[in-house]
């Protein structure tokens, strides 16, 4: 499967976190991976641009500590009202009691922060072969 950035293009991806550093930080590697990259502050800001355009984004990455709606919350509505984007959670706390729960809501994975960009690359692809296969 070829997942250069070419192959991506048109592709959507939402980063969602409270810490501006990591959502720029992921926003930049997937933008260089050819997605068009959206971020959110919070759970709240997240589904706003679902509600707005909910057949926008194919990855969503998800922190599971924020203010406002966090990410198990909007994991709930997501999987209840979006059906398309495959979510990747991320946590700096928990470990696998936290995994576990958030796979068993219907999350596509669950990454531990900080994240190596070497195994994140092989998430995206890995999806987004699923995906593209999906839609054939």
Known sequence: QDTTPEKMAGLGALVVD???DIRHVLARFLEDKGFNVSEASDGQECLDYLRINPQAFHLIFMDL???NIDGEQALHVIKDEFPQPSVF???GFGGSNSADKMLALGAER???KP??????DEFIDSEMERFTKAKH
Request: glycine share 0%; hydrophobic share 40%.
């Open 65 to 67: 500590n924020m203010p």
């Open 115 to 120: 994240f190596d960009l070497d195994e994140l």
């Open 18 to 20: 409270d810490e501006p």
């Open 110 to 112: 669950y990454i531990s």
């Open 89 to 91: 959670m991320m946590s």
